[in-house]
């Protein structure tokens, strides 16, 4: 799935996407990577908005992805809900 993004207003290259189901707290993410550059390794790239391509875990269920600032847990924006049927 392509995951997008846009408006960030004050991006850092350290901005990350992390996978969460809906209502869980932003501490731990399921699944996370940086938004950058789309791995878990930060580049050096702020960016106001991008995508990323992501594959999902095998374990059926409901989602969204988050996108938080600066290695932190302050959410910038939310994804729709989506299920994921494994």
């Not at 996370?32 to 391509?53: E, P």
Request: contains cysteine; glycine residues 10%.
């Amino acid at each position: 799935m392509t995951i997008n993004w846009s408006g960030v207003a004050t991006p850092t290259s350290t901005d990350w996407v992390g996978l969460y189901h809906p209502g869980d707290p932003n501490e731990p993410s399921i699944d996370w990577f940086y938004a950058d550059n789309c791995t878990k390794t930060n580049g050096t790239t702020a960016l106001g908005s991008g995508s990323c391509t992501y594959t999902m875990p095998a374990t059926a269920g409901t989602y969204e992805f988050r996108l938080l600032a600066n290695n932190g847990y302050t959410v910038i924006a939310t994804s729709t809900t989506f299920t994921d049927s494994g």
